[in-house]
């Protein structure tokens, strides 16, 4: 079996680079390295590898972006699994195994022996997603943090503070949306949908801390349009999995498929990477990934 690092050289610290590479050549594999330039070039060689019909396991070697096309890439494909090396700042989907998944998944030899399981995809306008798919104000906050990124002793969270500041402050909460998921029609104001199939977003997020990404079914989150006061206080409570206690502003569904609709653009994130349309169409997809994982550890512990 073949094992194909795609690195994304720009993920984390600058030396970690050269340390993930002693550390892959240090393996008695049968390995290929490949380094990413621009963006769709780890989705390309993932497809390549995929549609090559030799059995390979593809290690995402960045962060949710990088691990997001690889799925992209590999998706559907039976002779292919991938896994996600968390050299990134994210890693969101790595949470679902515990607290002590960045550790584990960074040891090549454990990861490399581990046992692989049949995944769920999202597919939001035709893009598939791993963990999940929010559109609102969570999702413009996303959007538009790189904007911030380039400010002075601005990185990551800092990044992602400013614009939730510049998003709850000024540009407001509510956005007007038809949203149809099973028996709930909801014509109004909206601060957010998210769709998970995986637990984890946004670098602390687990709106849905039992969900599984294997059964078959998503979680759907619908928030109503709340008051800048109202936010700051279900804000924790909505990122620790708390939205039971609030039935009257947080609405949940389980299903296949959820649509959104905008009287403006909408602004979605999948698993990092953002889409736009003034309509939205997020469901289970027909195509689904094998994702492997170091022996011992399991995706099914809510802990």
Known sequence: MKHIFI???TAGKKRSTRTLVDSIQALDLSYEIVFTEKAGDARRAARAA?????????YACGGDGTLNEVV????GFDNIAVTNVPTGTGNDFLKIFGTKSKARFTDLKALSEGPQAVIDLIDCNGHLGIDIVCTGLDARIAADKDAYNGFPLVTGIGAYIISAVVNV??????????????????DGETSL???????????????????????????????RKVSRLTFFRLVGKYGSGKYREYPDLIWYRQGHDVTVKGRQELVAVVDGEVVRSRELHIGLSDK??????????SYESTV
Not at 169 to 186: A, E, P, Q
């Open 50 to 58: 995929a549609e090559s019909g030799e059995e390979a396991r593809i």
């Open 7 to 9: 690195i994304n050289p």
């Open 72 to 75: 992209n890439g590999a998706a």
């Open 169 to 186: 402050l000024h540009k407001g909460i509510g956005v007007s949306t038809v949203v149809d998921c099973g028996d709930l029609h909801f």
């Open 193 to 223: 949908v998210c769709v998970c199939n995986g637990r984890h977003y946004g670098g602390g997020f687990m709106p849905v801390g039992d969900n599984m990404p294997d059964d078959g079914l998503l979680e759907v989150l619908v928030v």
């Open 288 to 297: 689904k990934v094998n994702f492997f994982y170091p022996a011992g550890m």
